[in-house]
């Protein structure tokens, strides 16, 4: 008897907690209205890659004289904040519409760590060997040396308000060089900025 | 005499009402706020950009969000960034202007949505 009525509370108890736990719901990604958090997310890499795009599109650096495309290798991107950030949430979204807009190719045989293709140099060990066609496998001189580079950093800057609130701003730093010259042909910066709780942990 | 005049009117009623095709805002309530002037088009390169501007006709200071649609000369859309909402912010009773350019070079039509 006893044993049924721990057996029947435990279960109640489960039904209740399953009741009263919250609902798990979909993000909608194209209108999210839901607050702010003060650590970095998807929204803010969407809005600076976004202004980033537009900036570097704008600004006619990509453009050469025959309209060919721009090779572009991606170099160091910085994180400099108290969060683990994959640099990859910010460069592979203007990676995506660099490609898109037709204007620029990015090459995946040199790099910084994270951008380089390690199968680039593998696929050349097998020129030469008898199981491959080799009309098949990439010859000698075919990489494509790229023209541009892509670097950049994330900075982080936490600042205590007079009142006991925190501000935290974020600056999304980006440099296309020219790798003959070493010029940086485009610069751009966007800052994000968030005030919250002095209680609020940004990383 | 009237038929001039008749014809006159109807044809700045035709190019007040058409000036801006590309511009839409999602709720109408907005335009008593804002006003869209119209959009100006360049090419930068082989890509168009746009820059759509108006005016906050109000006493506050606002902000709003636009997002801007592109498509290619089939009518097929173009995905990019652009297409997700941005914010744009203007003082009172003073005009704005805000820019995009094509994601790509085959994106040659536009539309431009503002939401508050």
Same mark, same amino acid.
């Given at each position: 008897?006893?044993?049924?009525?721990?057996?029947?509370?435990?279960?109640?108890?489960?039904?209740?907690?399953?009741?009263? @736990?919250?609902?798990?719901?979909?993000?909608?990604? *194209?209108?999210?209205?839901?607050?702010?958090?003060?650590?970095?997310?998807?929204?803010?890499?969407?809005? @600076?890659?976004?202004?980033?795009?537009?900036?570097? =599109?704008? $600004?006619?650096?990509? *453009?050469?004289?025959? *309209?060919?495309?721009?090779?572009?290798?991606?170099?160091?991107?910085?994180?400099?904040?108290?969060?683990?950030?994959?640099?990859?949430?910010?460069?592979?979204?203007?990676?995506?519409?660099?490609?898109?807009?037709?204007?620029?190719?990015?090459?995946?045989?040199?790099? $910084?760590?994270?951008?380089?293709? @390690?199968?680039?140099?593998?696929?050349?060990?097998?020129?030469?060997?008898?199981?491959?066609?080799? +009309?098949?496998?990439?010859?000698?001189?075919?990489?494509?040396?790229?023209?541009?580079?892509?670097?950049g950093k994330i900075i982080q800057r936490n600042v205590t308000m007079d009142d006991g609130k925190q501000q935290v701003?974020?600056?999304?730093?980006?440099?296309?060089?020219?790798?003959?010259?070493? =010029?940086?042909?485009?610069?751009?910066?966007?800052?994000?900025?968030? +005030?919250?709780?002095?209680?609020?942990? @940004?990383? | 005499?009237?038929?001039?005049?008749?014809?006159?009117? /109807?044809?700045?009623?035709?190019?007040? /009402?058409?000036?801006?095709?590309?511009?839409?805002?999602?709720?109408?309530?907005?335009?008593?706020?804002?006003?869209?002037? !119209?959009?100006?088009?360049?090419?930068?390169?082989?890509?168009?950009?746009?820059?759509?501007?108006?005016?906050?006709?109000? !006493?506050?200071?606002m902000t709003f969000r636009y997002r801007v649609v592109w498509k290619d000369k089939d009518g097929f859309e173009v995905?990019?960034?652009?297409?997700?909402w941005t914010n744009f912010s203007v003082y009172k009773n003073t005009p704005y202007q805000f820019s995009t350019i094509?994601?790509?070079?085959?994106?040659?039509?536009?539309?431009?949505?503002?939401?508050?």
């Amino acid at each position: 008897m006893k044993t049924r009525t721990i057996a029947v509370s435990v279960l109640m108890t489960g039904l209740l907690i399953t009741g009263c @736990a919250d609902k798990t719901e979909r993000i909608d990604m *194209n209108n999210d209205t839901a607050g702010q958090v003060m650590g970095l997310d998807y929204r803010d890499f969407d809005e @600076a890659a976004g202004k980033s795009i537009q900036s570097l =599109l704008k $600004s006619g650096a990509l *453009n050469k004289p025959d *309209n060919d495309r721009v090779v572009i290798a991606i170099s160091t991107i910085t994180n400099d904040t108290m969060q683990h950030i994959d640099t990859d949430q910010l460069i592979k979204k203007i990676r995506v519409d660099l490609l898109r807009s037709g204007r620029a190719v990015i090459t995946t045989s040199i790099g $910084s760590e994270g951008n380089v293709d @390690a199968m680039n140099k593998q696929v050349r060990e097998i020129s030469g060997s008898e199981d491959y066609n080799q +009309r098949t496998t990439a010859k000698k001189g075919q990489l494509i040396s790229p023209e541009m580079s892509l670097s950049g950093k994330i900075i982080q800057r936490n600042v205590t308000m007079d009142d006991g609130k925190q501000q935290v701003e974020y600056y999304f730093q980006l440099t296309l060089t020219e790798l003959k010259t070493g =010029l940086a042909w485009w610069e751009d910066e966007t800052v994000i900025g968030k +005030r919250g709780s002095g209680k609020s942990v @940004a990383w | 005499m009237y038929k001039y005049l008749i014809s006159i009117a /109807c044809i700045l009623v035709l190019i007040g /009402c058409g000036a801006k095709p590309n511009v839409k805002f999602v709720e109408n309530s907005i335009s008593s706020d804002i006003s869209v002037d !119209g959009a100006r088009e360049r090419m930068v390169g082989q890509l168009k950009e746009v820059e759509v501007y108006g005016e906050n006709k109000s !006493g506050d200071y606002m902000t709003f969000r636009y997002r801007v649609v592109w498509k290619d000369k089939d009518g097929f859309e173009v995905p990019s960034m652009s297409s997700k909402w941005t914010n744009f912010s203007v003082y009172k009773n003073t005009p704005y202007q805000f820019s995009t350019i094509a994601p790509s070079v085959n994106a040659v039509e536009y539309m431009v949505y503002i939401n508050e």
